[in-house]
C-alpha cells in the first residue's frame, strides 16, 4: 500500500495484477470524479458480474461509453428533478398504507418496509400493482441485489482475479461461485424480463398504467427511426431502477430505524416539531416538509450516518492519467471512500460517529446527497431525486404516528440494542428494533 498524498488523500493498491485507487478526500474525489470525469467514470468488467452471472446489462456495470450514455439518458429523461414530483401520489398511497400495517402488526416492520419499497417502484417503473405479501417480483429484486452486493466487489470472487476460471464447468468439484453465478443468473433474468412482459402485454390488452415503461415505449412508437436495441435499452433501464431502488430504499429506512431506538431524543424533537405544525389536524403531506427543517435533517444524517455503500461503486480510468507525479494506468480501479467522505468533520462537525441531525443547520455542512451517498461524478444515483422525497414522507409519517425503541425485556426495561452492518457493496444491517405505537392522532 503507497500513500500518494502526504496527508493518505489517495492510497495506492495492488492486488494481484488489479491496480487500485481509494481516494478519501471530498477535494481528491471532486477532482478525479467531476473534474476529470471523461477519464474516471468507466467501470473494469468484473467476469463473476458481466460473464457468470449476466448482469453486464444493468448500467450499474456497464464500460463508459455510447452504451452508457444511452441508458442513462433514458433514466434521467423519466427521474430528473423536473418529473419526479409526478411520482408523490403513489408515495403517499403507499406510505398510508405502510402506517396501516404499522398499526396492526408493528413487529413486522421489517416486512411492511419491504412492502412499501417494492410497491412504490414496481408502480413507477412497470404500472403493476404487487401482492400484499410474499409478491413475486419484490422478492427477485431483492435477490438480485443480495447476489450484486456479494458479486460486485472487485476480486470478492476468485474468477476476478483469473478471468481464465469463468470456463471452469460448474459440476467440476469446488466450482462453488459457477454453481452460485448459475443461480444468480436466472434470478437476474427474470427479474429483468418477467414484469417488463408484464407490462407490454398490458399495453397491448390497453390495461396498462402510465409508468416509466409505458412513457418509454410509446415515445418509441413516435419515432420514425430508431436504434435496433432501443427497447433493450427501455427493458435494462427498468431492470436497474426496480431492482437498486427497491433494495436500496428498504435498507436505508431499516437504518432509520435502528437511528431512532438508538438515539431517542433524536426522535422527541421530530415529534415535537410534528406536533407543532400538524397537531392532531392530518397526517403530514409533501408540501409540509419546507416546514419540518428539523425531519428534512434527519433525512440527511440517514444518508450520512450509515451510507447503504460505504465503499461506493468501483469506478476505473478509460485512459492514463497522472495524480501529482503518480502515472496512473489505464484500467486502475479506482473507489471513492464515502464512509471516510461522510464522516469527515471538517465538512460535517464533531462526532461524527454519532446521529446528529442539528448538524446540517450549519450552511457550512456538506449535503450528503453530493458527497459520496448517491456515488459520484457521472455516475451518480439518477433516482436520487424520487429517493429523497421517499425518505421524507416516510420518516416523516412514521414519527408522526410512532415511538420506535428497542427490545424489552420480561419486565420490560429496554434492553441494548445489537445489531452489525454487513460487509459487501451493500452495508445492510441485521438487528431486531420493536415499534410501539405512541398516541395516535388519527384512526386509519
Known sequence: MICLSPSGEIVYVKIFHMDMIIVNS?????ELFDKRSSIYSDRIHLPMIND??????????QRYGERWRRHRRAMHEKLHIGVVDAFRPSQLKHTRELLRRLLSTPEDYAEHLRYVAGAVIMEVTYGIHVKAEDDPYIMAAEASMKAMGEAGVPGAFLVDIFPWMKYIPHWIPGAVFKQKGRKWAKIISDM?????QTTKTAML??????CFVTSHIEDLEKLKELPRDQEDVIKNTAGAIYGAASDTTINTMVTFVLAMALFPEVQRKAQAELDHLLGEARLVEFEDQLELPYISAICKEILRWHPLMPQGFAHATSEDDIIGEYFIP?????????WELLHDEADFGPDTDKFIPERFFNRAARD??????FGYGRRICPGKHMAENSLFIQIASM?????ISGPRDATGRERPLEYTFSPGIFSVQSYRALSQPENLYFKL
Open 368 to 373: 450528503p446527497a453530493l458527497t459520496g451517498a
Open 399 to 403: 414519527l408522526q404516528l410512532f415511538e
Open 26 to 30: 471530498r477535494r481528491t474525489a471532486y
Open 205 to 210: 390488452q390497453g390495461a396498462a398504467d402510465n
Open 330 to 338: 489505464k484500467g486502475t480501479i479506482v473507489i471513492g471512500n464515502s
Open 52 to 61: 457468470v452471472m449476466g448482469f453486464g446489462w444493468a448500467i450499474s456495470f
Open 192 to 196: 429483468k424480463e418477467l414484469p417488463f
